[in-house]
């Protein structure tokens, strides 16, 4: 059973920064890939990011490009989503989630496994 679980959000004000965690127990595996979806109260679900964790390959939600940057650390299990100039519109509960693919999606039910998710919080 693969488990993830987030970390790292938080309250930030606009223009800042955070960076979120997505720690994969019992580990990542090299045919997995990894998304960041993030929802909104009154608003569904939709993808931001994900990464093929075979060669890094990767993808973003335009409305993030530039902004955002998905990596992983096979190391430790862990990918990253580094959110700079946040907006307050980038306010919402933010979850990862897994499935084994040689391809990424921004759909959401095409992920297997997810996180309990975490809010960030975009506000002055």
């Known amino acids: 059973q693969v488990q993830l679980v987030e970390s790292g959000g938080g309250l930030v004000q606009p223009g800042g920064s955070l960076r979120l965690s997505c720690a994969v127990s019992?580990?990542?595996?090299?045919?997995?890939?990894i998304g960041w979806f993030r929802q909104a109260p009154g608003k569904e679900r939709e993808g931001v990011s994900w990464i093929r964790i075979r060669n890094g390959d990767s993808d973003y939600v335009d409305s993030v490009k530039g902004r955002f940057t998905i990596s992983r650390d096979n190391g430790k299990n862990i990918v990253y989503l580094q959110m700079n100039s946040l907006k307050p519109e980038d306010t919402a509960v933010y979850y990862c989630?897994?499935?084994?693919?040689?391809?990424?999606?921004?759909?959401?039910?095409?992920?297997?496994?997810w996180g309990q998710g975490i809010q960030v919080t975009v506000s002055s």
């Open positions: 989630a897994t499935r084994r693919s040689a391809v990424g999606s921004m759909i959401p039910s095409w992920y297997e496994y």
């Open positions: 019992p580990f990542i595996l090299d045919y997995y890939v």
